[in-house]
């Protein structure tokens, strides 16, 4: 599975980007795609995940009710819209995908098996 992200950009605090990830294929009805952010000098972090099966989302606490995460079934993609942001959400955005993983694995990277080239978002304030 090859995954295509894009979107990334330069926003003032309290805009808004949308990010977009394709997979080449979808393999499993168990896909999970997400997106995690590494900023410089932190380790990588997990933003926010979609689970095909049962359409469950995930977030993490710090960017709850500010990004939501969707999917265009047709394409196998998932946006992620990310509104308000914060000096604080800078950082490189990578999207990830697995067909085998389980609800307590969602939000660790180490269990994603494929990942696209990451796309920067800045946030200024």
Wanted: a positive charge; aromatic letters at 10%.
């Amino acid at each position: 599975v090859q995954l295509q992200a894009s979107g990334g950009g330069l926003v003032q605090a309290g805009g808004s980007l949308r990010l977009s990830c394709t997979a080449s294929k979808r393999t499993s009805s168990r896909l999970v795609m997400g997106w995690f952010r590494q900023a410089p000098g932190k380790e990588r972090e997990f933003v926010a995940a979609y689970s095909w099966m049962g359409g469950r989302t995930h977030y993490a606490d710090s960017v709850k009710g500010r990004f939501t995460i969707s999917r265009d079934n047709v394409e196998n993609t998932v946006y992620l819209q990310m509104n308000n942001l914060k000096p604080e959400d800078t950082a490189v955005y990578y999207c990830a995908a697995d067909n085998t993983l389980i609800l307590s694995s969602i939000r660790n990277a180490l269990q994603y098996d494929y990942w696209g080239q990451g796309t920067q978002v800045t946030v200024s304030s």
